[in-house]
């Protein structure tokens, strides 16, 4: 049962393996021995020798199969009590004569602490297997906890290598979490300016250990979309075994941003069209020439442009002639509008802008 455990605990096959081949050695050991020391079969003192070879046997195969495999408390501790089984044994050969000597008793007390040794690592293996059990099941709840969250949250170590996402962040570089995990920050993320920027960030976290709460910043993913985020950084405090990290959670506000930007523009088309009303509100023939300098003005800073300008054509007219200009740089004034276009101009820009003239 020791050689079995020790061996492999997780591949039944090989466990069952081993253990028959052990029943069958210790079956034939107590046969052995129980014979022999009635008499009918071998003197006492080959019995002795024989037991202390199968004992040897022993400890030399738990201490192969523990060098290979991982190290259970029962393979330790039965390697162990071999010590004073083969102590007892070796009192046996040397002072006992007798049931009724002292010795034998002694000889006796060191063989049942011999059996106590590994039934003590079987009961520290199954309360190290429940416990493990407890640990990856937390683990495992966990895992689907921060894989459920939309945001994207990461933990990097001092030396810039993720140590864990979740399932967004991976899906943003289009990887799996495993081919994230345990890789640094500027094999994953393609802009490697952007990548110096946030590990400049996590070092200041690590040196300062304040909350850190990052300012609105576009990045791009691996597929080339190109998003607003916010980050929040904090900092993980050194473990046991571990150093201090950084975790992160950042959002992705791409939506509140584009919804920002339009309502801006609406709210900056209001101003412009309540302007250009309130400009008509008050116009007579005498300042119109002022009213179309501020409509134009108001048109030209809504649409960012630098001159807006109105020419004047009919049909019975071959030229078109400026009637009202605007410029946004009137002291750095790159030329004035010509005052009349000619015809062939004007059929072009009918053209262009699908004018039927």
């Known amino acids: 049962l020791s050689l079995s455990l020790a061996s492999n605990p997780r591949n039944r096959k090989v466990s069952y393996s081993v253990g028959i081949i052990g029943t069958i050695i210790g079956a034939f050991t107590w046969w052995v021995m129980a014979t022999g020391t009635i008499g009918e079969f071998m003197p006492p003192q080959t019995i002795h020798f024989m037991t202390f070879g199968m004992y040897a046997l022993t400890g030399l195969t738990l201490k192969m199969?523990?060098?290979?495999?991982?190290?259970?408390?029962?393979?330790?501790?039965?390697?162990?009590?071999?010590?004073?089984?083969?102590?007892?044994?070796?009192?046996?050969f040397t002072s006992v004569e007798s049931?009724?000597?002292?010795?034998?008793?002694?000889?006796?007390?060191?063989?049942?602490?011999a059996w106590t040794l590994p039934a003590v690592g079987l009961g520290i293996d199954l309360i190290n297997t429940f416990h493990l059990l407890g640990k990856s099941e937390e683990k495992q709840f966990l895992r689907t906890v921060i894989?459920?969250?939309?945001?994207?949250?990461?933990?990097?170590?001092?030396?810039?290598?993720?140590?864990?996402?979740?399932?967004?962040?991976?899906?943003?570089?289009?990887?799996?979490?495993?081919?994230?995990?345990?890789?640094?920050?500027?094999?994953?993320?393609?802009?490697?300016?952007?990548?110096?920027?946030?590990?400049?960030?996590?070092?200041?976290?690590?040196?300062t250990g304040q909350l850190q709460e990052i300012p609105e910043?576009?990045?791009?993913?691996?597929?080339?979309?190109?998003?607003?985020?916010?980050?929040?950084?904090?900092?993980?405090?050194?473990?046991?075994?571990?150093?201090?990290?950084?975790?992160?959670?950042?959002?992705?506000?791409?939506?509140?941003k584009k919804a920002e930007i339009a309502l801006a523009e609406r709210l900056k088309f209001e101003q412009a069209s309540a302007a250009i009303v309130q400009s008509f509100v008050h116009t007579t023939n005498d300042n119109l020439q002022d009213t179309m300098d501020r409509i134009l003005q108001h048109l030209g800073?809504?649409?960012?442009?630098?001159?807006?300008?109105?020419?004047?054509?009919?049909?019975?007219?071959?030229?078109?002639?400026?009637m009202f200009s605007w410029n946004r740089k009137q002291e750095n004034n790159p030329g004035q509008l010509p005052t009349n276009i000619n015809h062939a101009c004007l059929e072009w820009m009918a053209q262009w802008f699908s004018i039927d003239m």
């Open 65 to 92: 199969i523990l060098l290979r495999k991982p190290v259970t408390m029962i393979g330790q501790l039965t390697l162990a009590a071999l010590v004073p089984l083969m102590a007892g044994q070796f009192w046996l």
């Open 99 to 113: 049931i009724y000597d002292q010795g034998f008793h002694i000889a006796v007390l060191l063989k049942w602490l």
């Open 147 to 207: 894989d459920s969250i939309p945001h994207f949250i990461f933990a990097r170590d001092g030396e810039g290598r993720f140590t864990l996402v979740n399932k967004s962040v991976a899906e943003f570089y289009n990887r799996n979490v495993d081919q994230i995990e345990g890789r640094p920050l500027q094999d994953i993320h393609p802009d490697q300016d952007q990548c110096l920027e946030w590990l400049d960030e996590d070092t200041q976290l690590l040196k």
């Open 217 to 256: 910043a576009v990045t791009t993913s691996a597929e080339g979309k190109d998003i607003w985020i916010t980050a929040i950084k904090k900092l993980l405090p050194e473990t046991r075994g571990r150093s201090p990290q950084v975790l992160g959670v950042t959002i992705d506000i791409s939506r509140q």
């Open 301 to 322: 800073f809504y649409t960012e442009a630098d001159r807006c300008f109105i020419y004047r054509f009919d049909d019975m007219q071959q030229d078109a002639s400026l």
